[in-house]
């Protein structure tokens, strides 16, 4: 559930339920040696605000945020 603003409401800590978890947002940078789930070992050739271009060797990918099955290594 959001606010109107697209916010969380506030966790109450009379609550019997658990705050939702804070997702973590990994952060790619050129160069970086990465895996994913599908493609194996690469690199990541290129990073822009909404995705990351990786060099697996016989393919390159982009792979958008929140990049799903890609992993530092």
């Given amino acids: ?9 506030k966790h109450l800590a009379s609550s019997p339920f658990k705050p939702a978890v804070e997702p973590v947002v990994e952060v790619f940078e ?7 789930d599908i493609y194996g070992l690469g690199q990541v050739t290129h990073v822009d605000s909404a995705a ?3 060099d ?4 390159t990918v982009r792979i958008a945020h929140p990049y799903p099955k890609l992993h530092h290594l």
């Fill in 1 to 9: 559930m959001t606010t109107p603003s697209g916010r969380r409401p």
């Fill in 30 to 36: 050129v160069g970086d040696r990465v895996t994913h």
């Fill in 52 to 54: 990351v271009t990786a």
């Fill in 56 to 59: 697996f060797g016989s393919k």
